[in-house]
């Protein structure tokens, strides 16, 4: 059983690593009161502007990220335009994110189709690795996991306990109460718009760039969906989004090896299991109304115009 | 400061001509992009919209796509008034679709005339079950859960592909197929019939136009109609009134599944003739930007239907004459609703005049 | 006459459907309480709105201790050191009262001093609240005091407040009183705005009256009489209701018995064990600090909220479980609170709106929508109810308060309820409506309807009611003849509960 754990959990982590990114995105979108369901969309812009920065220039992972976030940013940064300053309906806007997304990605990435990159070794960190069944699942992983969870811990530290934080729970709460105090809502909401875009197409860059280092069309296959139901089994709280993260995380992989745990399931259907996992955690969800309703950011979905 | 300020009533002008602003404005975010890769927007435009309806083929293949993509947004708008968003629509036509396709397998190959001639009418019923069925599982777990139906039907979308994709690479797979993930081809009697010889439109078309005018009258006069309204515009004046909010969503989510669901048989019976992972190329998601371009109105949906239509056979002209990757149909679509959104705000707001007195 | 703290020349803003302000001047002396007067939209919160930096005048200057001043935005009324409490409270719920007053001085602040400063202020004028406690845990009493606090943490030489009073007993209106007092007393000028007459008489130094934007005097509210100041304030006298008694047979219409719920709000109170029997010919006020479950009761009422069976009768017919549209069709009337949104939907035309509730008075037949029928309906209601300046056609929201008030009353009364809710009738609405409302009460129970009225405005439930029950914390009291309480009775049995009410919370544990 063992020799089945270890890779299982060894591999949740880099699997939970781009639901960990792109949830944080939104997690950070949402605590400012904007809904942004364009996340599969930006998370393919990321991808491909990650992956075609590698495959074209020599700036490898790090380079990769960069362009990823940049390309996350940008489609944020319509979106932003439409949902934020034009407080057009925001459902509507992030689905048109995603159709948009999931088309440039496609377009650009016609000319990748079947190429595929080196992608990253795993390193060992000192001492640590070396500890039975902890050294493999926690201490050999990629570089791009311990990033993001030190950006995990930093983005949480800055909406708990610093002033930036506040004020963005604030907007998010009662943005008209914000604006009569003199705070810049319709920024302080394009910044948290563009750091969730960022953080979501380097999760895209993520999964094309290291996770699965090829291209293929459609790539994220409904991760920034389940990235934003992610949010709601949270209850926008970043603890639980990690938890989530890692459980979604742990089912990718246990579909993946299934076959060696002797599961006869068809491939397909196994592959479905993340999807019905999503479903089932919103139904779980829906015996905690109350933890829900005390944590869901007032005004999150709602357009506003100040003056308007 | 925001450069708008409120109308004092939303404009029922803008409300017209906002989704012709936004196709104005798609035609030159278009331009700009043929430009950028080196092609002569005119002539792009020529090959784009033009020369793919400058033939009887042509025309057929344009309302073989419209009508798919019309069908589906006349059952989306319903929802979308009520304000439940059915993304998932393109599971629900390959659930209707692969149901209608179980029943051509079930009864192909019997030589009962009687079966022959219930084969498509059977198929017909079993697209709008399956696509109806895909549409109720997230209405229940809304009205039963409080799961909220975007995810959910996108969700489901995603596990109808790969049940669809687990029965033609396993149990349905055509024997003599060379293991392509694909059924045998269906025989003309579960096979819509042809309107014109040797053109691809088929009967299909008249479903679409029997719900054109179905919802046409649903909308102008049913009282349901009005009560779905009210819930998308004022889901607390709707409570108030005591319309029941499980009813909006269970007809708004069935209604809308089952549209999809005969779009569904539309191409496994036409022009697909099989079931196969190709069957819909993402008209589920296409049918969004129809209903909202269309104003989620019946009328309008054949308008943006038909526009949206000849955006795909674009794409694929464009592969063909200008080997741009068919992708660009998906770039279109997704500037579309952009625009659209972006210019829908002038309905209710206007620009803010500069002012007199500059504090 | 030493600077004025404050002085308006000449000040006007338009909307486009509106002069809002014209032409108004007037000017505050340091330690002065002076009042703005004017009833419901007579154009005092865009006036303060102004002040504040809300908004932007289209003409008019605004001079500061002497200077003139242009206020872009509320933070640069904020560093002249003009502070606002607002009527609608602008306090971030799920935040601590510190994170709030945190967030309204600006910079970095340490939130242990910051806290202890939060404390200092609220004992020195009277104003106790914890500066740990999340907002949504506190009563609008303790909200209002939240707000005054933030204010006066930042030293502000002009406090303005907007209606303040509006959801305070009248043991906590004196309260705060003191409190101002003793600000005027340290030299703050106040600028106090409200429609209560007595109020003012009580507490303010001068007022300037408004009507329709314009300023109709600048008087000392002590030397004038009720009479005189609402002369000045809608141009002749305080129109007055006629309740003459009930004829007909007294018998018991509406029985609630047993009432408790538990509402799916987690911040809601919950109603317990409520009891109440209106009878036919009756008006029965409920008064209450608003949060006390009248929102929760209205809905269990209504059956927009469902509760079991036998908790609510109508003429002995257990109705508990019915949806809204049932219980309309066996005869109860409902008005809520809100209405744009609950009561009418705001983009729809008044026809649309009339079929909202009135579709079964033969307006829809076999499921379609008999639209002749519909207009008929709503031209009806308009010429009955005097909906100026509206037809069948018009949008909802662009009606006034007052006309749209009278168009949704109108539409039910129009269906001949047996009973009759009626959530807050005439607030937000001008003096010549609020009468033609109340009148509209007053005959349609002496024409043998029960009806029920929650209201916020204690003198409205004076003048219409035969008996007033007063709801705090959930429970609703026994309903007391009108003419054997008074207000300060009633007060007293409002704040009652109010107190403990935020202690009895269950402390939220996050998961």
Not at chain 1, 155 to 160: E, G, K, P, T
Not at chain 2, 81 to 103: F, H, M, P, S
Request: aromatic letters at 8%.
């Amino acid at each position: 059983m063992i020799e089945y754990l270890v890779p299982i959990l060894a591999g949740t982590l880099p699997a939970a690593t781009p639901l960990v990114l792109a949830g944080l995105g939104e997690l950070v979108t949402e605590r400012a009161g904007v809904l942004n369901l364009g996340v599969e969309g930006m998370m393919l812009m990321g991808a491909i502007a990650g992956f075609a920065c590698a495959a074209t220039t020599g700036t490898g992972v790090a380079g990769a990220l960069i362009a990823g976030a940049i390309g996350g940013a940008a489609g944020s940064a319509i979106f932003a335009v439409l949902a934020v300053w034009l407080a057009a309906n925001q459902a509507a806007s992030g689905i048109a994110l995603t159709i948009f997304g999931t088309g440039l990605s496609a377009f650009i990435g016609q000319h990748f189709v079947s190429y595929s990159l080196p992608g990253l070794q795993p390193v060992n960190l000192p001492l640590l690795s070396g500890l039975p069944l902890l050294g493999p699942v926690l201490f050999h992983q990629d570089p791009v996991v311990y990033f993001t969870l030190a950006l995990f811990a930093a983005v949480s530290w800055i909406l708990a306990r610093t002033r930036v934080g506040l004020v963005l729970r604030a907007v998010g709460e009662a943005p008209e109460a914000a604006h009569a105090l003199g705070y810049p809502v319709l920024w302080i909401r394009t910044l948290a718009v563009l750091a969730g875009g960022a953080l979501t197409g380097m999760a895209g860059a993520y999964l094309s760039t290291v996770y699965t280092p090829l291209w293929v069309q459609n790539m994220t296959a409904g991760r920034g969906w389940i990235a934003v139901a992610l949010v709601v089994f949270a209850a926008w709280k970043p603890g639980r989004l990690l938890l989530g993260a890692w459980l979604f995380g742990g089912v990718t992989i246990l579909q993946l090896q299934a076959q060696g745990l002797g599961i006869a399931l068809p491939s397909q259907l196994m592959s479905a299991l993340p999807y019905l996992a999503t479903i089932v955690a919103l139904v779980l969800m829906s015996r905690k109304q109350r933890l829900l309703q005390t944590s869901v950011p007032a005004a999150l979905g709602k357009p506003y115009l100040p003056g308007a | 400061m925001s450069l708008l300020e409120p109308r004092p009533a939303p404009s029922q002008w803008m409300r017209l001509l906002s989704p012709l602003l936004a196709c104005v404005l798609t035609l030159f975010g278009g331009a700009i992009l043929f430009w950028l890769l080196g092609h002569n927007p005119v002539l792009a435009f020529r090959v784009f919209f033009i020369d793919p309806l400058n033939s009887a083929n042509g025309l057929s293949e344009w309302l073989l796509k419209a009508s798919p993509l019309i069908l589906i947004a006349q059952g989306l708008a319903v929802g979308f008034r009520a304000r439940v968003y059915n993304i998932g629509a393109e599971g629900q036509l390959i659930a209707g679709a692969t149901l209608a396709g179980g029943v051509a397998l079930w009864l192909d190959g019997s030589g009962n005339p009687l079966v022959a001639h219930i084969t498509l009418p059977l198929m017909i019923v079993a697209g709008a079950v399956g696509g109806g069925l895909w549409g109720a599982l997230p209405a229940l777990l809304k009205t039963r859960f409080r799961a909220d139906e975007t995810l959910t039907t996108l969700m489901l979308t995603y596990i109808a592909s790969l049940g669809l994709a687990w029965l033609v690479n396993g149990p349905w797979r055509d024997p003599n197929g060379m293991n392509f993930p694909q059924t045998i081809l269906f025989s003309d009697k579960a096979l819509f019939p042809l309107l014109f010889e040797g053109l691809r439109v088929n009967a299909s078309v008249f479903i679409t136009l029997f719900a054109i005018v179905g919802f046409w009258f649903f909308n102008a006069r049913s009282f349901l109609s009005y009560q779905l309204t009210v819930a998308g515009q004022a889901p607390h004046a709707a409570r108030y009134a005591g319309f029941s909010g499980a009813r909006t969503v269970w007809f708004s989510l069935v209604i809308s599944g089952m549209c999809a669901g005969l779009a569904g048989v539309g191409e496994v019976a036409g022009p697909v003739g099989q079931l196969n992972l190709n069957l819909s190329p993402g008209y589920g998601f296409a049918a969004i930007i129809v209903a909202y371009l269309g104003r989620l109105n019946p009328i309008g949906i054949v308008v943006s239907g038909l526009l949206m239509a000849l955006i795909y056979l674009g794409g694929e002209a464009a592969q063909v004459t200008l080997q741009l990757p068919s992708a660009i149909t998906g770039l279109f679509q997704g500037m579309l609703l952009f625009f659209l959104l972006g210019a829908d705000v002038l309905v209710d707001f206007r620009l803010r005049r500069p002012r007199r007195h500059p504090a | 006459m030493s600077i004025p703290r404050l002085e308006l020349l000449n000040i006007s803003k338009r909307y486009p459907t509106v002069v809002a302000n014209d032409d108004i001047s007037l000017a505050v002396a340091p330690g002065e309480i002076h009042a703005i007067l004017g009833e419901n939209g007579a154009g005092k919160s865009t006036l303060m709105k102004i002040i504040y930096g809300a908004v932007t005048p289209d003409s008019g200057s605004i001079s500061f201790n002497g200077k003139e001043v242009a206020i872009a935005n509320p933070a640069a009324a904020r560093a002249l050191g003009i502070g606002m409490v607002f009527q609608h409270f602008s306090l971030f719920e799920s935040l601590t009262v510190v994170e709030n007053i945190a967030l309204t001085l600006g910079g970095r602040q340490d939130m242990k001093s910051l806290g202890r400063r939060v404390s200092e202020v609220s004992q020195r004028y009277g104003l106790p609240i914890d500066p740990a406690r999340l907002v949504h845990h506190l009563s609008v009493g303790e909200r209002q005091r939240v707000e005054i606090v933030r204010c006066l943490l930042q030293n502000p030489q002009l406090l303005i407040l907007d209606e303040p009073t509006s959801v305070l007993t009248p043991q906590a209106v004196r309260q705060l009183f003191h409190t101002l007092r003793r600000l005027a007393d340290e030299g703050v000028s106040l600028l106090y705005i409200s429609h209560k007459l007595h109020e003012i008489r009580d507490l303010c130094h001068s007022a300037t009256v408004l009507q329709s934007g314009r300023v109709t005097g600048t008087v000392d509210p002590t030397r004038e009489s009720p009479q005189s100041l609402a002369r000045l304030m809608i141009g002749r006298d305080l129109p007055v209701c006629s309740a003459p008694p009930y004829q007909g047979v007294i018998r018991p219409r509406l029985e609630i018995s047993g009432l408790s719920l538990t509402p799916d709000d987690p911040f809601a109170p919950s109603l317990k064990d409520i009891r109440l029997t209106l009878s036919a010919g009756e008006i029965i006020g409920i008064a209450g600090v608003s949060g006390n479950g009248q929102a929760e009761l209205l809905a269990a009422l209504s059956g927009e909220t469902t509760v079991a069976p036998e908790a609510i009768r109508l003429d002995g017919r257990p109705i508990g479980h019915y949806h809204a549209g049932r219980r309309r069709k066996i005869g109860l009337g409902f008005v809520p609170e809100e209405r744009l949104g609950r009561g009418a939907a705001a983009n729809l035309s008044l026809g649309d709106n009339s079929l909202l509730t009135a579709h079964r008075r033969g307006l829809v037949r076999h499921g379609l929508i008999d639209h002749k029928a519909v207009r008929a309906f709503a031209a009806a209601v308009i010429a009955r109810f005097d909906v100026r300046g509206a037809s069948p056609a018009s949008a909802a929201r662009r009606l006034s308060g007052g006309n749209l008030q009278k168009f949704i009353v109108g539409r039910e009364v129009a269906q001949n309820p047996q009973v009759m809710i009626v959530a807050q009738p005439t607030w937000g609405v001008d003096v010549g409506a609020a009468v033609f409302l109340r009148q509209t009460l007053l005959d349609l129970a002496r024409s043998g309807v029960a009806i029920l009225v929650v209201s916020e405005e204690l003198e409205e439930l004076f003048e219409i009611c035969d008996r007033i029950a007063v709801m705090a914390d959930g429970r609703l009291s026994e309903a007391i003849p009108t003419r054997e309480t008074d207000s300060e009775k009633i007060g007293l049995m409002m704040a009652g509960a109010q107190e403990p009410a935020s202690n009895e919370e269950v402390p939220h544990v996050p998961a």
